[in-house]
């Protein structure tokens, strides 16, 4: 397989598939503004993604009803900051994604040992 290295305005497409349940794990610990979740996803190797990204992401998930958000423009030095919170649903998708993750974690795992006995093994054409 060719090493092809795919990408989405700037970040890889693995890396995008992680977005939405990060942000969902960062508004599980509390209401967050756009900016704050830009500078933690970085803790999670997000941090490279386009601020776009990120902003189309929380858009489409409150669209969906994960987290609802407001206008704070009593805590800021500046014009106001939407600040985005998690709901009850956006709750239940964390879980689901989480679970999913879990199952992803289990079937790369089975993948990996299957290959490295292969590997150690040594018996094959392309070893």
């Known amino acids: 397989m060719p090493r092809r290295r795919w990408r989405w305005r700037g970040c890889s497409r693995r890396a995008v598939r992680f977005l939405e349940p990060t ?35 929380l858009r489409d998930m409150e669209g969906r009803g994960w987290v609802t958000s407001f206008w704070d423009d009593e805590q800021t030095q ?31 795992d089975r993948l990996l040992s299957a290959y490295h006995r292969h590997m150690e093994e040594g018996e094959g054409e392309h070893h």
């Open 78 to 108: 500046g014009p106001p900051r939407r600040v985005y919170r998690l709901t009850a649903l956006g709750n239940e998708a964390l879980a689901l994604w989480t679970q999913d993750l879990e199952e992803t974690r289990r079937l790369i």
């Open 23 to 57: 942000l969902l794990l960062l508004l599980h610990h509390g209401p967050a503004h756009g900016y704050t979740l830009l500078e933690r996803l970085g803790e999670f190797g997000l941090g490279g993604l386009n601020p776009s990204v990120v902003y189309r992401a």
